[in-house]
């Protein structure tokens, strides 16, 4: 009665993909702890080194303007703090391009379908915040359909390409394979290398901190610590915003392809270890048959 059960048990585990789904959940929380404990390891020394630094600069702040005291000290963090949600600077009267205008106000509806969500400006009044769940509820499977669309259409005009120079070349395979190759090649360099240069020329920023701007907001991620045209002390031309948004609408659909690709990828090789896993599984059985063939016999 046990070799049964234990026969059917792993027929059933087998057929429920049991053990591809464990692996694939081993692997992920590995990698998700072993991302944190590197984030712990570089960004933890330096959280505490800046606590310390803070905690001097206040004591520093404290003994020159006794005046202000503690209290009075924590009404201005609070100022400041209500001044940059408001899109006032600390050091000034100027805003940026002043929030919650029309181009503002559509500039963070983007950010809310496609999931950027960057922070640095959110709805403060009740009414504002309900419609927002409202407009995230319908807008993100529709920004879902509409990138997935570009992105395929995008994938169809390099196919085509591919099958044209297939027709008039020899070498069909080395052809595809090197216009997908420069495709991608081109596409990073247009939507990470060419933003870079502009983030570093328009926003003061580093190449480093331009790179990560560039991958944080075209992965959806948006942490908010870096925010394009979003400065009040610096005066953008008109033209700004709008490559920026041409170059996030573009850029999200062409890393979801990639995303896409790297799916199936992932797929393949699911397919791939659960094909072996039923080949060994046909050669055990298949062992075990002539046995219990044998033992029949001898009966």
């Known amino acids: 009665m046990l070799p049964i059960f234990s026969g059917k048990l792993c027929q059933f585990l087998c057929v429920s993909r049991f053990p591809s789904i464990l692996f694939l959940g081993i692997i992920y929380v590995a990698y998700v702890l072993v991302g944190g404990l590197i984030f712990w390891k570089l960004e933890g020394w330096y959280v505490l080194q800046q606590t310390d630094l803070l905690k001097e600069k206040r004591m520093e702040l404290l003994e020159n303007y006794p005046c202000v005291g503690q209290n009075g000290l924590r009404e201005l963090a609070q100022m400041i703090k209500a001044a940059s949600l408001s899109g006032l600077s600390p050091d000034s009267n100027d805003t940026a391009d002043g929030f919650w205008k029309f181009t503002s106000s559509s500039v963070f509806a983007a950010t809310v379908v496609t999931t950027i969500g960057y922070g640095n400006i959110i709805p403060m009044t009740t009414a504002g915040q309900i419609f927002c769940v409202l407009f995230a509820l319908f807008g993100i499977p529709l920004n ?64 480093a901190e331009a790179i990560y ?32 948004a041409a170059w996030i609408f573009f850029g999200l659909a062409w890393l979801a392809l990639l995303i896409n690709h790297s799916i199936d990828l992932l797929e393949s090789v699911n397919v791939y270890m659960r094909g072996r896993q039923n080949a060994q599984t046909q050669v055990e059985e298949s062992k075990e048959q002539p046995e219990k063939g044998l033992k029949g016999e001898e009966t």
Do not use: Q
């Open 213 to 244: 701007y560039c991958f944080i907001t075209l992965s959806t991620v948006g942490f908010g610590d870096y925010v394009a045209d979003r400065n009040p002390a610096i005066h953008y031309p008109e033209w700004y915003s709008c490559l920026i």
């Open 144 to 207: 879902v359909v509409v990138l997935n669309r570009v992105g395929k259409y995008m994938l169809a005009i390099e196919r085509n390409f591919c099958d044209f120079l297939e027709k008039k070349i020899d070498r069909g395979k080395c052809v595809r394979i090197s216009i997908h190759s420069i495709s991608f090649v081109s596409s990073a360099f247009l939507y990470f290398v060419v933003p870079m240069l502009l983030f570093k020329e328009y926003e003061g920023w580093s190449y």
